[in-house]
């Protein structure tokens, strides 16, 4: 097969090699002919006629050369350009399947190992149950664990024991048969998968387990995953006391690390841990960790006043280099989290591994992988930005929010108080001043925190914060966003003083990017204002925020569901300052075996303001019923407001009732995505693949076909429905949907319709149909309206709109109809049927930005 292929390569590089000259026959292009071709080819790989024809006549070398004949070798260059990249794509993919199989073989002969191991202590209990004669009480347990003598962790000999047998132990984990691992729900392995995943079974404290493979090296791997607050959002700090040589190339660290509580209503963590970083035999690199006991060690008594002593069996990283570069990586992590410490609705959250796994050991083996796809130039980010100073932004917000929530003495903050009616707690930070920020905060006393936790019952948390980040409007004060905004920014409109503003009710998301399986995502909202004075009415006042989103893709397994947003200028420099405020939703009783549950709960999502009136299946009803029926989350919120000092009880009183408020909305919003809630509005969104979207692509094919007398779509590809809804969203031309409102939005695009106008489908439903045509087109729509009303569809002259980053688009012709469902539809008399009427549809052809 390889001859075949070289083969046919040869032939392929001949023919590019040979033009037909002015007798017909075959000879080769000269080595300076190829030479000006490929420099041709550098700059523009598919030139236009004209081009072509300029280059012959520039090119006295290719003189004797037909048009045609460079045509042809264009499309050949081209294609030989084609099969080299598909070339190095499926070596790529071979190599991934081939680590992949390594690994899943390494798993299958420890599986192997546990049965074996299962199968001689049952035959063995079974033994002991026929032959045994109760003598002693002692010789009841026959199953023993050894305890470790204790060990001297003062001195080097000491410490360099524990670091052995702590070897010992995470070796045993990570590919031995000490913890009986089970496949965590919801995470597949596979060539695209990030990793194998696994959470232990019956053993003591909370472990999980995680094996994946990355195109880093493993030094390089090693100093990343040692460097913990990067890549775990909870931890707050890490710091290396001691450091000294084992001996044997490895090093010894002694390590005190602070976690953050996830709510207001537990206490933080904190580790005092050793760290045993070396090398083994077969050239694997291994960083393993556990717990030191002992009152006398560890940073003094007063800095760690404020947290829960928890403890860490041995944990740590096995990093194996794998043939063709890259690297094979082993995590355990392996907690006592002292779950006594909490109130009891709270100990599921610290006694499941499957938090710990999501939390700690996926996020390290997702974060690794980010960090090799950004390496490799694999991922494109938005607004020009360089993934490095994206990454730092999400930290900071995520820091901020878990600060706000926290609320450290030694950070400076204190309780002013707590309104005993809601809980809501109000806590103050004088010394946060953000003036050391920016010069043009120098007015502000420093930052106001008002904080409060609450039970929800039976609300998916996915569903809740998808809610949250597509209807802002639903819950959020706009000139709360714009004191906030106001204060971090110098100029007239600084508090005081500020200008009135009215909120135009449109809400416009900019991705910026995201991890690589879309568990976060960081992105910029605009709220839309204007001032309501009379001299600067037409003035924009828009609200720019800075926003993270994690737990509500419908394919992520999350432990827990955030949104955390900070006010920003609309420059949006690199060192803005941030304030950051949000939720955070986390399911507390959801056990291993519930995993696939919660997946089930992740695949829905609520739209109120939607008006496509289609409803779940039964079956689906029933199910999401069934698996959410018991479940509870907590759900935690911190909203933070810069203060200048004489304002400072006025800015606690605004806070306290701005939060009061959004409680109030939140607790009506999840009424209504409750299963068991009073109003049973619940749907799913217009995303492709959803039943609804489906439907609404066939009605959108069957409306045209019935106006225009044409098929919208190709005929002989039609299959299921399933393959409608594709061939709608791949269509070439930018197809959307707006609904029949006074005020009409959009309510689907496909995807030549959200390149179109720059935006997601999440942010589709905050653009009106005005919006995107310049003056000419609407005045074309509104001539042409009566027409479509009546006929039922209307075909607009070539235009302009604009994008929603403000871009030009042009477009040859804009083919607007109705759309109807689908009794109406097969009608032969359904113009005067205006209660079937569902929405208008557009179709904008062969558009292209200026």
């Known amino acids: 097969m390889e001859m075949a292929v070289a083969n046919h390569r040869e032939r392929s590089s001949d023919s590019m090699n040979r033009h037909l000259d002015s007798s017909g026959k075959y000879v080769r292009y000269t080595a300076e002919q190829v030479e000006a071709l490929e420099r041709v080819y550098a700059e523009c790989p598919k030139p236009s006629s004209l081009r072509r024809q300029q280059l012959i006549r520039e090119c006295s070398i290719l003189a004797n050369i037909e048009p045609k004949q460079i045509k042809v070798w264009f499309q050949n260059r081209r294609c030989r350009d084609k099969q080299r990249k598909e070339a190095s794509r499926l070596q790529s993919v071979n190599r991934k399947l081939s680590a992949m199989n390594k690994l899943l073989m390494e798993e299958n002969d420890r599986l192997q190992k546990q049965v074996s191991q299962l199968v001689c202590e049952n035959g063995y209990m079974k033994q002991q149950l026929t032959t045994t004669v109760v003598n002693d009480p002692s010789c009841d347990s026959v199953v023993t664990t050894p305890q470790h003598s204790l060990r001297d962790a003062n001195s080097p000999a000491g410490l360099l024991s524990i670091a ?95 976690t953050y509580a996830p709510t207001t209503l537990a206490p933080a963590r904190d580790f005092w841990t050793l760290r045993y970083t070396t090398s083994l035999d077969n050239g694997s690199f291994v960083v393993c960790e556990r717990s030191l006991s002992g009152s006398g060690a560890g940073p003094n008594a007063a800095s760690a006043s404020q947290f829960v002593r928890a403890e860490m069996l041995s944990s740590g990283y096995l990093i194996r280099p794998c043939d063709g570069g890259g690297s094979i990586i082993h995590i355990v992590d392996h907690l006592n989290l002292e779950a006594w410490s909490v109130p009891d609705v709270l100990r599921p959250l610290y006694e499941s591994s499957k938090v710990v796994a999501q939390k700690m050991t ?77 010069n043009s905060l120098s007015f502000l006393g420093g930052v106001l925190c008002a904080k409060a936790s609450m039970l929800l019952q039976n609300v998916p948390p996915a569903v809740l914060i998808r809610f949250l980040r597509e209807h802002r409007s639903e819950w959020a004060d706009f000139n709360v966003d714009a004191y906030s905004a106001a204060t971090l920014k110098a100029g007239s409109f600084a508090y005081p003083g500020m200008r009135p503003t009215r909120f135009t009710g449109s809400q416009i998301i900019m991705p910026l990017g995201h991890t690589i399986e879309h568990e976060e995502m960081l992105e910029v909202v605009r709220l839309e204002g204007h001032s309501l004075a009379q001299e600067d009415a037409f003035m924009s006042r828009d609200v720019h925020l800075l926003q993270i989103c994690t737990g509500i893709d419908e394919n992520a397994v999350g432990a827990c569901s955030e949104l955390i947003f900070a006010p920003i200028n609309e420059m949006f420099p690199d060192d803005a300052p941030l304030v950051p405020s949000g939720f955070r939703v986390i399911p507390v009783d959801a056990k291993t075996g519930d995993a696939q549950d919660l997946l089930t709960a992740n695949h829905r999502t609520l739209d109120l303001t939607s008006s496509l009136e289609v409803g779940p299946t039964p079956e689906n009803a029933s199910g999401n019923s069934s698996s959410s029926s018991s479940s509870r989350c907590i759900l935690t919120i911190a909203f933070q407001f810069p203060f200048e000092n004489n304002l400072q009880d006025n800015v606690a009183g605004m806070a306290c009732q701005y939060v009061r408020s959004v409680i109030s909305s939140v607790q009506r919003v999840a009424m209504a995505i409750s299963p068991s809630g009073i109003s049973p509005s619940l749907g799913s969104k217009l995303s492709p693949g959803s039943p609804e979207a489906v439907t609404l692509a066939q009605w959108i094919s069957q409306s045209y076909t019935h106006h225009l007398g044409s098929e919208l779509l190709t005929v002989d590809s039609l299959g299921s429905n399933d393959s409608v809804l594709k061939l709608l969203w791949d269509h070439q031309d930018a197809i959307l949907c707006c609904s029949l409102k006074p005020q009409p939005v959009f309510m689907f695009a496909n995807q030549a319709g959200l390149d179109m106008l720059e935006t997601t489908l999440v ?64 009608s032969e008399n359904n113009d005067g049927n205006d209660n079937t009427l569902h929405c208008l549809a557009f179709s904008f052809v062969n558009w292209s930005f200026v």
């Open 164 to 258: 052995e047998e702590t070897l010992a132990e995470f070796l045993s984990k990570a590919t031995g048969t000490a913890v009986d691992w089970v496949q965590m729900p919801g995470m597949k392995p596979g060539p695209d998968s990030v990793g194998i995943f696994a959470i232990s079974q019956r053993c003591s404290g909370v472990a999980a387990r995680a094996c994946g493979l990355v195109s880093l090296e493993p030094v390089k791997i090693a100093e990343i995953l040692k460097d913990r607050p990067s890549w775990f959002r909870d931890c707050r700090s890490l710091e290396v006391f001691t450091m000294f040589p084992a001996g044997n190339g490895g090093t010894i660290e002694l390590v005190y690390m602070q």
């Open 362 to 438: 996926i996020s390290a083996l997702r974060y690794i992988r980010q960090l090799a796809q950004e390496s490799n130039g694999e991922l494109v980010y938005g607004l020009g930005r360089q993934p490095a100073v994206l990454r730092t932004f999400s930290q900071r917000l995520s820091r901020g929010f878990n600060d706000a929530v926290n609320g450290f003495g030694d950070d400076g903050w204190s309780t002013m108080h707590c309104d005993g009616a809601e809980d809501i707690i109000v806590a103050i930070n004088s010394t946060k001043h953000l003036n050391n920020m920016s």
């Open 763 to 826: 942010a589709l439903q905050d653009i009106t149909l005005e919006k995107i045509f310049d003056e000419s087109g609407r005045k074309a729509l509104c001539s042409d309206f009566a027409k479509l009303m009546q006929q039922g569809y209307a075909c607009l002259p070539s235009g302009i709109c604009l994008s929603t980053m403000g871009r030009h688009v042009t477009y040859e012709q804009a083919v607007a109809w109705k759309v109807f469902a689908p009794a109406a539809a097969s």
